[in-house]
């Protein structure tokens, strides 16, 4: 059986460090956003969602306690544990120290997401913490790579990657028509610096993409399950597969962790052609260690049926958590393609009264687009949680019925928290008098107005999602 998966040493310890790093990645957006997110005075401010939910509900260290110099603490924490884990320190550690550092890791990141609310509520938040969790049972430096692990870890990696192709051809037709191209890369949430380009490929090129998509997606997923050196072979497809995406457009760390449980696959022998390093010869693991090993696979087996019988059904869900550990979780995105890109533009204005002849000066936000001008940015794998947010709210206004007036009224007050939040404030000296926020369509320019103007994007007012409002007439909740 181990001949047949060719367990390696070298997947093992590229998966455990690039994990390792997207923790240290999300442990660090953590600290730098919370603030006027889910702050005490936040928009959705945590100590009020703690008042509504029990621990049994929603597990958190902060059900003991709450407060924002405490959820500071917690993040960074999170931070130096998976800096130290990047560092190769947690893996020269005691193996029962060494999985205590990945337990803790995976312990504080849950506490986080499980009171994230609205910020939280992503894919790759579950995606993160099921593999953080079989991190915890990989073992370290001086003991064998567990196969019961190693396959679990490709497990994982089959849910995502089948899922996620399920999911577009049960859903838009145009993934049937190997169309959705034709618009996804203007479309999606957050737009990279090459998603440009990547639009304006010829249309033969993106029905190729889309059908490269449907066997990546819904045929090798099958083959991580075959002797080697096939299942090398569809794991490098799915690595090159994820490296287009990454190019492609911003989804904070799901390519990545994508590529990274791919990695997990690649035996020794491939592996040492690429990175200069020879694995040491690892001693047989503990009994309890492996005792433990085949306790966690059993237990996986049996929460398994959920997410299979999601896969099987015709109801699919996209992205959903079965328990509220998020453990063993369904996966999938875009199962609907926007056709058109609206979004929101908040803008403000000193004056007195707003007239006819207002002067409105438009904030910017660090990732979404804004100013026509303003190329699109690499932001992934950091999570701007935000401009996602604001995304979705110009696609439906329901997204924001919980904490977009609450961000207007922070504007008018020129709060700190929630400036930090923006690429640009045009009131640095004194807030505005008053805020409003507009709808427009956005596309990317074609080439020839690309050259002559230098704009990345053209845009049209669709309406007023909001009208002036100042700071006697906005609520802060």
Same mark, same amino acid.
């Given at each position: 059986?181990?001949?047949?998966? $060719?367990?390696?040493?070298?997947?093992?310890?590229?998966?455990?460090?690039?994990?390792?790093?997207?923790?240290?990645?999300?442990?660090?957006?953590?600290?730098?956003?919370?603030?006027?997110?889910?702050?005490?005075?936040?928009?959705?401010?945590?100590?009020?969602?703690?008042?509504?939910?029990?621990?049994?509900?929603?597990?958190?260290?902060?059900?003991?306690?709450?407060?924002?110099?405490?959820?500071?603490?917690?993040?960074?924490?999170?931070?130096?544990?998976?800096?130290?884990?990047?560092?190769?320190?947690?893996?020269?550690?005691?193996?029962?120290?060494?999985?205590?550092?990945?337990?803790?890791?995976?312990?504080?990141?849950?506490?986080?997401?499980?009171?994230?609310?609205?910020?939280?509520?992503?894919?790759?938040?579950?995606?993160? =913490?099921?593999?953080?969790?079989?991190?915890?049972?990989?073992?370290?430096?001086?003991?064998?790579?567990?196969?019961?692990?190693?396959?679990? =870890?490709?497990?994982?990696?089959?849910?995502?990657?089948?899922?996620?192709?399920?999911?577009?051809?049960?859903?838009?037709?145009?993934?049937?028509?190997?169309?959705?191209?034709?618009?996804?890369?203007?479309?999606?949430?957050?737009?990279?610096?090459?998603?440009?380009?990547?639009?304006?490929?010829?249309?033969?090129?993106?029905?190729?993409?889309?059908?490269?998509?449907?066997?990546?997606?819904?045929?090798?997923?099958?083959?991580?399950?075959?002797?080697?050196?096939?299942?090398?072979?569809?794991?490098?497809?799915?690595?090159?597969?994820?490296?287009w995406l990454v190019a492609s457009g911003n989804f904070s760390w799901l390519n990545w962790?994508?590529?990274?449980?791919?990695?997990?696959?690649?035996?020794?022998?491939?592996?040492?052609?690429?990175?200069?390093?020879?694995?040491?010869?690892?001693?047989?693991?503990?009994?309890?260690?492996?005792?433990?090993?085949?306790?966690?696979?059993?237990?996986?087996?049996?929460?398994?049926?959920?997410?299979?019988?999601?896969?099987?059904?015709?109801?699919? =869900?996209?992205?959903?958590?079965?328990?509220?550990?998020?453990?063993?979780?369904?996966?999938?995105?875009?199962?609907?393609?926007?056709?058109?890109?609206?979004?929101?533009?908040?803008?403000?204005?000193?004056?007195?009264?707003?007239?006819?002849?207002?002067?409105?000066?438009?904030?910017?936000?660090?990732?979404?687009?804004?100013?026509?001008?303003?190329?699109?940015?690499?932001?992934?794998?950091?999570?701007?949680?935000?401009?996602?947010?604001?995304?979705?709210?110009?696609?439906?206004?329901?997204?924001? $019925?919980?904490?977009?007036?609450?961000?207007?009224?922070?504007?008018?007050?020129?709060?700190?928290?929630?400036?930090?939040?923006?690429?640009?404030?045009?009131?640095?000296?004194?807030?505005?008098?008053?805020?409003?926020?507009?709808?427009?369509?956005?596309?990317?320019? $074609?080439?020839?107005?690309?050259?002559?103007?230098?704009?990345?994007?053209?845009?049209?007012?669709?309406?007023?999602?909001?009208?002036?409002?100042?700071?006697?007439?906005?609520?802060?909740?």
């Amino acid at each position: 059986m181990t001949d047949w998966f $060719d367990v390696g040493q070298l997947g093992r310890w590229l998966f455990t460090e690039g994990l390792a790093a997207l923790y240290l990645v999300a442990f660090v957006a953590a600290a730098r956003q919370f603030r006027a997110l889910l702050g005490s005075d936040g928009m959705l401010p945590i100590p009020r969602y703690l008042e509504a939910t029990s621990f049994r509900r929603s597990p958190s260290i902060f059900h003991l306690h709450y407060s924002d110099r405490f959820y500071a603490g917690v993040a960074w924490a999170g931070a130096a544990l998976a800096a130290v884990t990047v560092a190769g320190i947690t893996a020269r550690l005691p193996l029962p120290l060494c999985m205590a550092v990945w337990l803790v890791m995976w312990a504080l990141y849950l506490s986080i997401v499980n009171v994230g609310q609205l910020w939280y509520g992503f894919g790759w938040e579950s995606l993160l =913490l099921e593999a953080g969790f079989l991190a915890v049972f990989l073992g370290n430096t001086d003991t064998a790579a567990p196969l019961t692990i190693m396959v679990l =870890l490709r497990w994982l990696l089959f849910r995502l990657e089948f899922g996620a192709g399920l999911i577009k051809i049960r859903g838009d037709p145009c993934w049937r028509r190997l169309t959705c191209l034709y618009y996804h890369h203007e479309t999606q949430p957050m737009p990279g610096p090459l998603s440009w380009y990547f639009h304006h490929l010829p249309r033969p090129l993106h029905r190729m993409e889309a059908a490269g998509n449907h066997v990546t997606q819904l045929v090798l997923p099958f083959l991580l399950f075959a002797p080697q050196p096939v299942a090398t072979w569809v794991a490098v497809a799915m690595i090159v597969t994820q490296l287009w995406l990454v190019a492609s457009g911003n989804f904070s760390w799901l390519n990545w962790l994508a590529i990274v449980l791919a990695c997990s696959v690649l035996p020794d022998s491939l592996m040492q052609r690429i990175v200069p390093v020879r694995p040491t010869e690892p001693a047989a693991a503990p009994v309890w260690f492996t005792v433990t090993t085949w306790v966690v696979a059993a237990g996986v087996v049996v929460l398994s049926y959920w997410p299979v019988r999601n896969m099987v059904g015709s109801h699919q =869900l996209m992205n959903a958590s079965f328990n509220r550990w998020h453990l063993v979780n369904t996966y999938g995105a875009f199962g609907t393609v926007t056709r058109i890109r609206t979004e929101i533009v908040v803008e403000g204005t000193d004056d007195d009264e707003p007239g006819p002849h207002t002067e409105w000066r438009a904030y910017e936000f660090r990732g979404k687009p804004g100013d026509p001008v303003r190329r699109p940015r690499q932001i992934a794998p950091y999570h701007l949680r935000l401009d996602w947010l604001m995304w979705f709210a110009a696609i439906s206004p329901g997204y924001g $019925d919980r904490w977009f007036g609450g961000f207007v009224h922070r504007l008018l007050e020129n709060d700190r928290d929630t400036l930090a939040l923006l690429r640009h404030n045009p009131f640095p000296d004194a807030p505005p008098q008053w805020v409003r926020a507009r709808l427009f369509e956005y596309r990317f320019t $074609d080439r020839r107005t690309r050259r002559s103007t230098g704009r990345w994007w053209d845009r049209e007012l669709l309406g007023v999602c909001l009208r002036p409002v100042n700071l006697a007439g906005s609520r802060r909740r």
